[in-house]
């Protein structure tokens, strides 16, 4: 159970830094590509990390779901071996 319990937050807290680092992204679907590179040609020149953060923020949420999801399974597979 201790394992368990030191894995799991060694796993949240690799995750956690993942999410806090600062990684150099690029835009990751085609659509949100072209949006930023016309952006890029027109007058308003704006900066594109904003876009590039909000989409790594939205890849990390089912990551972490399914996460959550796999840990209470294994958690009562576990209980159901023992009991």
């Known amino acids: ?14 995750g956690l830094l993942l999410c806090v680092a600062p990684i150099s992204a690029q835009a990751q679907c085609s659509m949100c590509k072209t949006q930023v590179e016309s952006a890029r040609g027109g007058k308003d020149e704006y900066d594109a990390s904003g876009l590039n953060k909000g989409i790594l923020m939205l890849m990390t949420v089912p990551y972490v779901l399914m996460g959550v999801v796999g840990f209470i399974w294994y958690r009562h597979s576990q209980a159901k071996k023992q009991g």
Request: hydrophobic residues 70%; charged residues 15%; glycine residues 8%.
């Open 1 to 14: 159970m201790k394992k368990a319990a030191i894995i799991g937050l060694f796993t949240f807290l690799f």
